[in-house]
Structure formats: structure tokens, C-alpha cells
């Protein structure tokens, strides 16, 4: 099954801005909009974003969510080093009546 | 406080069957459809299957499509998993989740010779 596309990493110095992409179709990304996860190594995903960009209260505002038509952006501000993880995006597809992942992003913060 | 707490893991040979259960509380547990999500070592998730808030619809991945079958019981905010013809493909943690918005920590599922 077709998953999402994302950059496999993205580098970036300290207390420096990272934008990571989520990229799909109108099937998934366009039609409900993509969640963000966040892992690090030994641990399950962590809901960093629903699908409609709410931020659970305990995730830090230097992370922010947006979506321009089916691709969708994670933006982290001031990157501190416990910011270094794997970073997923995931959507409900309509034509596979089924989720989609992407491949995953990891932040390495310099 | 949402808990997702997964349990039934373990070791078992090709060929044979696992059934995983998940406790949910801290949150509407009808109000949600769930899902198993797996992960294999070293790689990113990966849905396996959903079923819908009441129980009456489901649907799965391909590759698990007539091995694995998803239920809920509502009465018991509990979700199973029931996993035969297993595969050494099928190694994975497999999580308990509504995806959007909670995850359980995890089992582990081995299969091998």
C-alpha cells in the first residue's frame, strides 16, 4: 500500500528552525489532513499533531503544524538536542480504506 | 490519564497463531475507532487493521488481509488482535492506537524456526 513522502533527514545547528514535509494526494493528506509523530530511539510514536493541527498540551510551542493542499509541514523552532528523533506523518486514505504512514524523517540537530 | 496496554506478545514458530489484547481507558473509548499499527526493527510503522467505533466494520492491510482479525468488546474498553498463519514477516512491536491521537507502548510479536 502507498504510503506518504517525507525526507529521509534534515540537519539543522542548534536553537536553529527545521520545516520537515509530508507529502500525499487528495486521497489521504488533501482530503483529512496528516497527524505528526514524533519517536525516539526504544520508545512508541508520541502525538506531536492530530490531523486538524491541535497540539496536546504537554507538546512545546516551539512546534507548529500547517497544510497546504496535500502536502503538510512540521515546523520546530529554537531545536534543542532532545528535539533529535524520527518524525512520522500519518493520514487516513479513502481509496485504500486504510492509514498511511510516511517513511519517516530523522532530525539530527548539529 | 489515557492508557493503552497492550498484552499477548511473545515468541511463536511460523505457521502459528497470537491473539493480542489492548486495555484502553483515560478517554471515550467509543467515541474512537482503533487500530494496530506495527513496526518492524530499524523500520517506520506500518497500519495492519481498524475497526470502527461500534464494532460492525473493519478493514485490514494487504499483507495480513484473511491471517489477521481485528474485534473490540465495547463493554470492556478492550480491542483484540487475533493473528494466525503467522510469518517471520510479521516480527514486529505491534501498538495499539487510535493513530491520531494515542498509543499503547507496544508487544512484541517474534516469529521464528
Known amino acids: 500500500q502507498a504510503g506518504l513522502t517525507q525526507p529521509p533527514s534534515v540537519s539543522k545547528g542548534l536553537r536553529q528552525t527545521a520545516t520537515l ?11 483529512q489532513g496528516a497527524a505528526w509523530l514524533q519517536q525516539h530511539q526504544g520508545h512508541p510514536p508520541k502525538v506531536l499533531f492530530d490531523r486538524n493541527n491541535n497540539r496536546p498540551s504537554e507538546i512545546s510551542e516551539r512546534f507548529s503544524a500547517s497544510r497546504s493542499g496535500a502536502t503538510a509541514f512540521l515546523t ?35 | 490519564e489515557v492508557q493503552l496496554v497492550e498484552s ?8 502459528g497463531s497470537l491473539r493480542l489484547s489492548c486495555a484502553a ?14 513496526q ?11 475497526v470502527d467505533s461500534d464494532g460492525s ?12 482479525t481485528i474485534s473490540r468488546d465495547n463493554a470492556k474498553n478492550t480491542v483484540y488482535l487475533q493473528m494466525n498463519s503467522l ?20 508487544a512484541l510479536v517474534t516469529v521464528s524456526s
Open chain 1, 76 to 110: 520546530i523552532t529554537g531545536l534543542q538536542p532532545e528535539d533529535e528523533a524520527d518524525y512520522y506523518c500519518s493520514a487516513w486514505d479513502s481509496s485504500l480504506n486504510g492509514v498511511v504512514f510516511g517513511g519517516g524523517t530523522k532530525l539530527i540537530v548539529l
Open chain 1, 21 to 31: 514535509t509530508c507529502t500525499g494526494n487528495n486521497n489521504n493528506v488533501g482530503f
Open chain 2, 57 to 68: 466494520g473493519t478493514s485490514y492491510a494487504d499483507s495480513v488481509n484473511g491471517r489477521f
Open chain 2, 8 to 15: 499477548g506478545g511473545g515468541s511463536v514458530q511460523p505457521g
Open chain 2, 87 to 106: 510469518r517471520d514477516e510479521d516480527t514486529a512491536v505491534y501498538y495499539c492506537t487510535t493513530v491520531f491521537e494515542y498509543w499503547g507502548q507496544g
Open chain 2, 40 to 50: 518492524a526493527p530499524g523500520k517506520g510503522p506500518v497500519w495492519v487493521s481498524r
Open chain 2, 25 to 38: 481507558s483515560g478517554f471515550t473509548f467509543t467515541n474512537y475507532w482503533m487500530h494496530w499499527v506495527r
